[in-house]
């Protein structure tokens, strides 16, 4: 059984009518629910004006990993926080803007963003390491519905060597 950890994901920007069913769908296949009771999301969850958070627990490595692949394969701007394994992985933050690779930032128990000392080396000047916090505090804007996903923003295309 893989390592598991609990996680939440907060999902927003643009969004095509036509995908608000397969994201819910994605949600749903990685255990996700509106809060940590157990109620389900529906297509209504998904309203313009607001994010969408989803949470679940034990999550095989803390990732909603259906979910995380849906929203990159659709430009669709996310935040993912996951809780530790002991022994097997730290807290972790995931931030996919829409527009490039999600970042990934190691965080503490108390949810504050970590910067390795090798990870300030390679930043390199204080500008490049505002601009990393900046990306570690991303936050998803509020969803706004889109009719035609010809008007959507393309998906980044990930490059797999």
């Not at 927003?12 to 629910?33: H, K, Q």
């Given at each position: 059984?893989?390592?598991r950890a609990s996680a939440s994901i ?7 009518r036509s995908c608000i069913s397969g ?126 996903e010809a008007s959507l923003p393309q ?7």
């Amino acid at each position: 059984m893989a390592d598991r950890a609990s996680a939440s994901i907060l999902i927003g920007g643009t969004i095509a009518r036509s995908c608000i069913s397969g994201l819910i769908a994605a949600i749903d296949l990685d255990g996700g629910r509106a809060d940590w009771e157990g109620e389900a999301l529906d297509e209504l969850s998904v309203r313009n004006g607001e994010t969408l958070e989803a949470v679940a627990y034990e999550l095989p490595g803390g990732i909603f990993q259906e979910t995380e692949s849906f929203c990159e394969q659709h430009a669709i701007a996310f935040v993912r926080s996951s809780g530790s394994c002991a022994g097997a992985f730290g807290p972790e933050r995931v931030v996919f803007t829409g527009e490039r690779p999600a970042a990934h930032f190691d965080l503490t128990e108390n949810d504050e963003v970590v910067l390795t000392q090798y990870g300030l080396r390679a930043l390199g000047s204080l500008e490049a390491i505002e601009s990393w916090f900046v990306t570690a505090g991303f936050t998803p804007p509020p969803i706004m519905i889109v009719e035609d996903e010809a008007s959507l923003p393309q998906p980044y295309e990930l490059c797999h060597g």
